[in-house]
């Protein structure tokens, strides 16, 4: 099931591992040991981040980021306490 995020900022720690999470839930977005990403010499071997703030919709492995003025149906954020605010 698919379920949209919002992207907090990324850290990394100890130069080696890199972690995005979910700014409003903490769901992990994204997760590196640094020391493993393979790149081609010469290559940036950061790996990709989300932008902080971005509506990121995961489904199983596949991720993705989409445009919305409001958040989707499916967001983390929407639940019982934030719903009543976001339909009036
Ligand atoms: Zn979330």
Known sequence: MAVTH???PHITISDR???QRCGWCGETLLEYD???VAVL???DPTP???PTGALV????NASWTAEADRLPDDACAVNPLTLASLTT
């Open 6 to 8: 919002i992207a907090a």
């Open 17 to 19: 591992f890199m972690r």
């Open 34 to 36: 640094l020391t493993r």
């Open 41 to 43: 010499a010469g290559q």
């Open 48 to 50: 990709a981040t989300w």
């Open 57 to 60: 919709t995961v489904d199983g």
